[in-house]
Nanobody, 123 residues
C-alpha cells in the first residue's frame, strides 16, 4: 500500500534553514504530483508547494515563494522541501502528500498523506 514518510523537521532560529524529505513507496511515483502542506496550531491546513514528477513544474504559495524550494529525485522516489530564511510564522507540522486529480493547491486533490514532521522557528 502507498506510504509517505517525512523526515528532517526540527527547531531552528529565525533566518535559519531546514530541509524536509518525503520518501514515497507503494505506488507509481510518476503518476501523482507531490505537494507539501502545513498546519499551525489552531489553523487550517494550508498548501505550501507542489511539484510534478513528469515535467518538474513547481508551484508555490506566495508566503514561501523565494524562500522555499521543492524538488524531487525520481530514482529515490523522494520529494524535498528546502526551507531558507525561515520565519516564526513558518512554525507548523509539515505534511507531504501525493495527488492525481483536482487543483494542486487543495487538500482534496491529494490521496496519500504522510504522518507529518514538526518545524519550529524561534525568534
Amino acid at each position: 500500500q502507498a506510504q509517505l514518510v517525512e523526515s528532517g523537521g526540527g527547531s531552528v532560529q529565525a533566518g535559519g534553514s531546514l530541509r524536509l524529505s518525503c520518501r514515497a513507496s507503494g505506488y507509481t511515483f510518476s503518476h501523482r504530483f507531490m505537494g507539501w502542506f502545513r498546519q499551525a496550531p489552531g489553523k487550517e491546513r494550508e498548501w505550501v508547494a507542489t511539484i510534478d514528477p513528469n515535467d518538474g513544474m513547481t508551484r508555490y504559495d506566495d508566503s514561501v515563494k523565494g524562500r522555499f524550494t521543492i524538488s524531487l529525485d525520481n530514482a529515490k522516489t523522494t520529494v524535498y522541501l528546502q526551507m531558507d530564511r525561515l520565519k516564526p510564522d513558518d512554525t507548523a507540522i509539515y505534511y507531504c502528500a501525493a495527488g492525481d486529480v483536482g487543483l494542486w493547491s487543495q487538500p482534496e486533490a491529494y490521496t496519500f498523506w504522510g504522518q507529518g514532521t514538526q518545524v519550529t522557528v524561534s525568534s
